[in-house]
């Protein structure tokens, strides 16, 4: 899972639990040029990744069973690693410090927007330069 | 004042039809009770103007049958006896006087007493047997005394408790009684009336005896149930029965001479009242302090509420959050969509359905904090556990994220309701979640399970089980959680499970916990299911 191919609306994999954040993310982000793949479950996201080419991962932190870190953890444990917006309905500064430190972003519900657009450049920026979309 | 006169002047008009044929000592001077209750009920300063309404309207009351001088006397001594009386009894039992206290009831029997005793000394029937200016035939200074005040302590024992009672009745009350309540004190006015008929309205041969105890069983009833208002009337009530009876030569008392007829009479009445008024005090007594119990018990309820919401409000921010991204997200896709050409309406309309229907979401999320926050008297309702429970885990879906623990539910079909409380039954559950979630901090991720299951125990209970895979309960001592001010977190009260067991029990139900053989605890709650018509549950009893 490497990106080998400049595309030129990257494709951003949504995972949230909850349905309705899920769809109205997806919605927003198709709405500003990207392609969206969403995925209801971490679990879910594992099993049928790897049928799309991914750029970017906007993914909630907290999960019944596997959350959005451990799956983090796991990608990298198979070497595989995404940029991710990690966002999260939960206030904690120190998770966003350890989580902004290592290049990825994190974004606390609810947000905006550009604020969600930013994080994802921000987040893509460093592996994919030409990766702005064509939103107007 | 124009009222007070009035009302003097027609008890007034009544005493003077209780008198004795061959005395000026009347049985009862009713007129006496009026101006208690006057005097009673007005500031002193205003007492004068009572005294002088009442003064005419027994000069004009007695006016044909007294002559003035014995008038004036009975005005003065009457004045001077019920103001000091008043005087004494704002002192003694303290005003207002309802007669709810057992206190109260001894110090005004007491004072009914010796007031009219010492009083008796002054009244010209006294002094004129004194002098031997006029004495009944038959009749002693001994016995004069002992008629003077027993006339006089039957008027302020049975009679101003009466007028007493009912001008300080709240009569908008009267509107708020249940029709239950007024079936009720139609049959008890009817016990009253019929037990009174026979015992006094029948000849004398079958009355002596066993018909006059007939009587106390509905004015214990009264008593016990209608308080001191209903107490005091139903005495009076009975009075009145014995005194027509007897009048019509029926009843227990007419066997004896006149002179005993009314003495009996008295004594009587007398020794009926103070038992049956003392009787309503203490059970006045009782229940309200029982509902002042049941009002605590309310309080500490909604003050743990308050402290659960207080603990669960990064938990509800959560639950906030989820409605107003998805929210936020629709409309600023909406927006995005409305620049380009040739919009797509269809997707537009779906968007505005979907933050509608977002907005109720959160909208509900408010409504269940708002229902823990705000200080309700308790209501009873048919309700679904099954809601109960789905509510619970709504409101602690945040902790239960953060605590990263899995929930399973199992809810059993075709579930009887239960009869409750919506908002404190949701407390106690809400509580064993949070409680449970807390408890597995330190156990492995994936071992964090909540079990919750809603299923029907035996043919009585609806039983909910929460089931943990924390810390467990004290070895040995599983019941001190439900102890007031034990805890195992950093945060709370270590109220929520004492109160959660005060909650249930007033629901007629129950709530234990155990530790599990494993890891973790389980707390059960049973509740009984509503049996349509069973008749009222103890909880109904209790809110009467």
Wanted: hydrophobic letters at 50%; charged letters at 20%.
């Amino acid at each position: 899972m490497v990106l080998t191919k400049q595309s030129a609306t990257p494709v951003i994999g949504v995972i949230d639990d909850d349905p309705s954040v899920l769809k109205s993310v997806s919605r927003l982000l198709r709405s500003a040029g990207f392609s969206v793949v969403p995925f209801a479950s971490t679990e879910g996201f594992l099993e049928t990744h790897q049928s799309w080419t991914l750029h970017c991962l906007v993914l909630d932190i907290h999960f019944e069973g596997m959350g959005g870190l451990d799956l983090e953890a796991y990608l990298a444990d198979t070497g595989v690693h995404f940029p991710i917006v990690f966002i999260t309905a939960h206030d904690d500064a120190a998770l966003r410090e350890r989580i902004e430190a290592t290049g990825q972003a994190y974004l606390r519900k609810p947000f905006d927007e550009t604020a969600l657009l930013d994080a994802i450049h921000r987040v893509l920026l460093p592996t994919h330069p030409g990766a702005r979309p064509d939103h107007n | 004042m124009v009222l007070l006169a009035v009302s003097y002047y027609l008890a007034a008009r009544l005493g003077l039809g209780f008198r004795f044929q061959d005395s000026q000592i009347g049985v009862v001077w009713p007129a006496n009770a009026v101006l208690l209750a006057a005097l009673l009920l007005t500031p002193t300063r205003r007492w004068w103007v009572v005294l002088v309404a009442t003064a005419l309207a027994h000069a004009v009351a007695v006016a044909s049958v007294t002559p003035a001088w014995r008038a004036a006397w009975q005005i003065a001594g009457n004045a001077l006896f019920i103001t000091s009386t008043a005087l004494v009894l704002r002192r003694v039992p303290g005003l207002p006087l309802t007669f709810e206290t057992r206190r109260q009831v001894f110090a005004y029997s007491a004072i009914a007493f010796v007031l009219p005793a010492l009083y008796a000394f002054t009244t010209p029937a006294f002094v004129r047997a004194l002098f031997h200016l006029e004495l009944a035939p038959g009749s002693t200074l001994a016995t004069t005394l002992l008629r003077v005040t027993l006339s006089n302590a039957t008027v302020l024992l049975l009679v101003a408790p009466v007028v007493l009672l009912w001008a300080q009745f709240p009569v908008h009350r009267l509107k708020e009684l249940s029709a239950r309540r007024l079936w009720e004190a139609g049959a008890v006015v009817l016990s009253v009336l019929a037990v009174g008929m026979v015992a006094f309205g029948t000849g004398p041969e079958i009355a002596v005896g066993v018909p006059l105890l007939w009587v106390f069983p509905p004015l214990l009833w009264v008593a016990v149930r209608f308080g001191p208002v209903g107490a005091s009337t139903a005495l009076l009530g009975v009075a009145a029965l014995s005194v027509w009876g007897t009048a019509r030569q029926l009843g227990p008392f007419v066997l004896m001479t006149h002179a005993d007829r009314v003495l009996s009479l008295q004594l009587f009445w007398i020794v009926m009242c103070t038992p049956v008024m003392l009787l309503a005090a203490v059970i006045w007594e009782r229940e309200r302090v029982e509902d002042a119990l049941q009002a605590h018990r309310t309080q500490l309820a909604h003050l743990t509420r308050v402290a659960t919401a207080g603990e669960l409000s990064s938990s509800l921010a959560h639950e906030l959050r989820q409605p107003l991204t998805a929210i936020l997200a629709n409309a600023e896709a909406a927006q995005v969509l409305l620049t380009r050409d040739g919009v797509d309406l269809r997707e537009v309309r779906a968007i505005l359905e979907d933050i509608a229907e977002q907005d109720k979401f959160a909208a509900n999320v408010i409504g269940r904090l708002r229902s823990l926050l705000e200080k309700e008297e308790p209501h009873f309702e048919m309700l679904a556990m099954e809601t109960t429970v789905g509510d619970a885990l709504a409101l602690s879906r945040g902790t239960v994220e953060r605590s990263g623990v899995q929930v399973e539910t199992q809810i059993a079909p075709g579930l009887p309701r239960v009869r409750g409380d919506p908002v404190q039954l949701l407390q106690v559950v809400l509580n064993l979640v949070v409680n449970g979630c807390e408890s597995m901090s330190a156990t492995p991720a994936p071992d964090r399970r909540l079990r919750l299951r809603v299923a029907r125990q035996d043919s009585e209970y609806v039983e909910v089980l929460i089931a943990d895979s924390g810390t467990g309960l004290p070895q040995g001592r599983e019941d001190r959680v439900f102890e007031p001010f034990f805890t195992t977190k950093k945060t709370g009260l270590g109220l929520g499970l004492a109160i959660g067991r005060s909650i249930v029990s007033a629901h007629g139900g129950r709530l234990w916990g155990e530790n599990n053989l494993l890891r973790g605890a389980t707390f059960h709650l049973l509740l009984p299911m509503d049996h349509a018509n069973d008749g009222p549950t103890a909880a109904d009893r209790h809110r009467r």
